[in-house]
């Protein structure tokens, strides 16, 4: 229920990360949750086919005047934009409405088990026994290592990066409007010198 309250859609471009508030984006689309649900499905989703030829504004301004798939069939033009023969857009729509509560399960680090290891890569993928325990040897030796660099670093008051922020920059602050930049190829060119 948290992700209907606040949803982050999160999208690498150029080594940003951009964040889309639902609320906002709905606000701003002029649509609720269910339309922009009945939108994507619109647009292809993995669960159904889309309609052929309806873009992203076409589907949008549909969805806006007429509200829901239903209702958007009824008002398109079915020789320029054919709907799908057995189009399930209502299982769809479903799987996408009725998210079903799962519990995250407690992820707990333990040392690998070397024998479960040796025994699947052996008798399962035909590796040879004495390249597995040379690797397995040389993985615990590395992890030591690692282990006593940790210390002696911690010692000597260096810190790891630990925090979200220190992974990305930050790009704007949350109230400032986002500007697309008029071309991906032009913002890294230098202007001429005469």
Same mark, same amino acid.
């Given at each position: 229920?948290?992700?209907?309250?606040?949803?982050?859609?999160?999208?690498?471009?150029?080594? !940003?990360? @951009?964040?889309?508030?639902?609320?906002?984006? +709905?606000?701003? +689309?002029?649509?609720?949750?269910?339309?922009?649900?009945?939108? #994507?499905?619109?647009?292809? #989703?993995?669960?159904?086919?889309?309609?052929?030829?309806?873009?992203?504004?076409?589907?949008?301004?549909?969805?806006?005047?007429?509200? =829901?798939?239903?209702?958007?069939? +009824?008002?398109?033009?079915?020789?320029?934009?054919?709907?799908?023969?057995?189009?399930?857009?209502?299982?769809?729509?479903?799987?996408?409405?009725?998210?079903?509560?799962?519990?995250?399960?407690?992820?707990?680090? =333990?040392?690998?088990?070397?024998?479960?290891?040796?025994?699947?890569?052996?008798?399962?993928?035909?590796?040879? &026994?004495?390249?597995?325990?040379?690797? @397995? $040897?040389?993985?615990? $030796?590395?992890?030591?290592?690692?282990? &006593?660099?940790? $210390? @002696? !670093?911690?010692?000597?008051?260096?810190?790891?990066? =630990?925090? @979200?922020?220190?992974?990305?920059?930050?790009?704007?602050?949350?109230?400032?409007?986002? !500007?697309?930049?008029?071309?991906?190829?032009?913002?890294? $060119?230098?202007?001429?010198?005469?």
């Amino acid at each position: 229920m948290a992700s209907l309250i606040r949803v982050g859609f999160y999208a690498s471009v150029l080594s !940003e990360v @951009m964040e889309y508030s639902l609320p906002k984006l +709905l606000e701003k +689309l002029q649509i609720n949750h269910e339309e922009l649900v009945d939108l #994507c499905i619109l647009l292809g #989703c993995d669960y159904c086919d889309k309609i052929p030829g309806l873009g992203p504004k076409r589907a949008l301004t549909l969805i806006q005047n007429h509200r =829901t798939i239903e209702n958007v069939v +009824l008002h398109i033009n079915r020789k320029t934009h054919p709907v799908p023969h057995f189009w399930k857009y209502k299982e769809a729509r479903k799987i996408f409405l009725d998210a079903t509560e799962t519990t995250v399960p407690e992820l707990v680090w =333990t040392e690998p088990d070397e024998e479960a290891v040796v025994g699947f890569l052996c008798h399962t993928k035909h590796v040879k &026994e004495e390249r597995i325990r040379h690797r @397995m $040897k040389t993985f615990h $030796k590395n992890r030591e290592n690692r282990r &006593e660099k940790r $210390k @002696m !670093e911690k010692a000597a008051g260096y810190t790891r990066q =630990t925090r @979200m922020e220190n992974f990305f920059r930050i790009t704007r602050k949350r109230e400032q409007p986002v !500007e697309a930049p008029s071309s991906l190829g032009d913002s890294n $060119k230098r202007p001429r010198s005469k």
